[in-house]
């Protein structure tokens, strides 16, 4: 390939397009500063096959994520969800398949991909006898931010998941949804470019479900957020889209508008979920 064949291609996003910059219009150092910009899809995991025992839990999962994305993933319980999450998130090795987190292989590489990954747990990970400052603090350093950063970043996800009032405090004294909320804290302290929640508004009280979903929400605008859920509502009101999930296998996956009016029964995503899931009843 000639040196005037040579582009790389990026997301515009004002322009709500791709394109292509040729090295012939670049300088060295815009090409290298150009060939490090986020690429559109964030996550993508291909053929994901994991067995407990002689169960197969996962069975053939792939799926795709984008900037700027909310997916939820359903399914009954059991269906393995929590377990597909462990995986993207690189807690828990598939037997077989691929992960990619902003193109770097997550099996390979897997220090360099986790940094662009936040997770929350089923159960959030919580060091009780630590303040939430000292927690976060600690959280950052974890995800390897460079000491000088760290103070800042504390600060945002702090205001971000409303826990100015309760900084100092040790998290054992904190209410359930104020430590959910410092669940999330810590899987956003370093602006991570996906995040994953397992169940975030568990236990939540209603004025505590409706913040936290407007935070998953405003995640979503910058980061692609996977979050599982039981709660049907939380998907229409913060999920650009969904995958249903079913003895291991993905058996649905479209837009939320698109599952709310499945089979003409337009805003009725419950009877539509039970439907894709119980189709013979
Ligand atoms: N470490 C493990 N060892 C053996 N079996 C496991 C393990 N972890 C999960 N399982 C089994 O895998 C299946 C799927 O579990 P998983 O937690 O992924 O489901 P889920 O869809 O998240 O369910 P829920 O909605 O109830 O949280 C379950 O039958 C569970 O018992």
Do not use: W
């Not at 292509?20 to 219009?25: A, E, G, K, N, P």
């Not at 997550?106 to 927690?135: C, D, M, N, Q």
């Amino acid at each position: 390939m000639s040196d005037s064949e040579r582009f790389i291609e990026i997301y515009d996003f004002d322009a709500g397009a791709h394109i292509r910059l040729y090295s012939t219009q670049l300088t060295t150092t815009a090409f290298l500063t150009l060939s490090d910009t986020t690429p559109e899809t964030t996550l993508s995991a291909r053929n994901l096959m994991r067995r407990f025992g002689n169960r197969q839990i996962v069975n053939d999962v792939s799926l795709e994520l984008k900037r700027g994305e909310v997916l939820g993933l359903l399914g009954h319980n059991g269906a393995g969800k929590s377990t597909t999450m462990q995986m993207l998130t690189g807690c828990l090795l598939p037997d077989s398949g691929t992960i990619e987190i902003c193109g770097i292989d997550l099996l390979h590489r897997p220090l360099l991909a986790k940094a662009h990954i936040g997770y929350l747990p089923e159960t959030p990970p919580l060091y009780r006898e630590l303040s939430v400052e000292s927690y976060l603090t600690f959280a950052a350093r974890l995800r390897g931010m460079k000491p000088a950063a760290v103070a800042e970043a504390v600060e945002q996800a702090t205001r971000h998941c409303g826990l100015e009032s309760v900084r100092k405090k040790t998290i054992a004294t904190l209410s359930k949804g104020y430590q959910q909320r410092v669940g999330i804290a810590q899987a956003v302290v370093h602006s991570p470019d996906v995040i994953v929640l397992d169940e975030p508004t568990v236990g939540l009280d209603p004025a505590q479900i409706r913040d936290i979903r407007h935070l998953i929400r405003e995640l979503g605008n910058k980061s692609s957020v996977i979050l599982s859920t039981h709660l049907l509502g939380e998907v229409e009101s913060v999920c650009d889209s969904v995958q249903i999930m079913q003895h291991g296998k993905l058996i649905y996956g479209d837009t939320t508008s698109a599952l709310m009016s499945y089979g003409g029964e337009p805003g009725k995503l419950e009877e539509n979920f039970i439907r894709i899931t119980e189709p013979h009843v």
